[in-house]
């Protein structure tokens, strides 16, 4: 699997953006500097693709989402700095790779295009799930090609198996890939915290870094429902999907990072991929 040079977990919160965090960037400072090194080791990697998903695209309740559009863009303006943009080509080729190996896994995959996007009336706008993470990559040197899924609400190990998914449909192109799972974690550390407090956010997500830096997707199934529940989270879902991606592969984790000072929690973590197990 020479082909998946990196893979990582990103949060996505639009303070990382210096134009729209300003002043707040400072407290973030462990995240904003670990995803600046995650980035610039993704880079160095010299990939053609980035695969990224995020929980924030069009999410359905039946399957995962895949933008079919020839270039993908979007912007911060949404939150008060619109010159603050992304550009993107689209890997149409590892699109179809993907489509293939999800109807042969069985997984319920729903191609964005603009008809779609328009029937249901949804913008083919880069995400901020997807932009933040990304705008650490352009800045690291990134000029690629892109892959843009959503999650969908599916089943934990149905997310895992689209992950397993993605791997072969990688394994089938000739060019150099990165796979980045976009996810905060619990949004209920403080009493503050934009979805209120639960004192069971800080153990959730003790577990679930402690699983993404073992790259252990029994500790991620054995999770508590009820915890899970308490979290408030959005990244559990891209969790199980990077550890698809990186199911049966030798992956060492080469950066971590943690920390929650707005009472959501930013969890970096990136691997090198040195083959299968």
Known sequence: MDNLVGCAFMPHPPL???????????????????????SEMLKEANPQTVVIITPHGPVFEDAVTVSIHPRLRGSMAQFDAPDVTLGFETDNLLIKHIIRNSQRLGINLNELTDAVAKNYRISLQLDHG?????????????????????IGMLAYEEMYTFGKAVQAAISHMDKRVVVIASGDLSHRLTPDAPAGYSPKGAEFDRQLVAALENADV??????????????????????????????????????????????????VVAYKIKGKK
Not at 31 to 36: Q, R
Not at 130 to 142: I, R, S
Not at 228 to 254: H, N, S, T, W, Y
């Open 16 to 38: 990382m953006i210096p134009e729209v965090g300003k002043e707040e960037l400072a407290r973030i400072k462990e995240t904003v500097e670990a995803a600046v090194r995650v």
């Open 130 to 150: 997807a932009f933040v993470p990304l705008y650490y990559l352009a800045k690291a040197g990134f000029k690629g090609q892109i892959v843009h899924l959503s």
């Open 218 to 267: 029994k500790a991620l199934l054995n999770l508590d429902e009820n915890l899970i529940e308490e979290a408030g989270q959005c990244g559990l879902r891209p969790a199980f999907f990077l550890m698809g991606v990186m199911g049966g592969l030798d992956a060492e984790k080469v950066v971590s990072s943690y920390e929650g000072p707005f009472g959501v929690g930013y969890a």
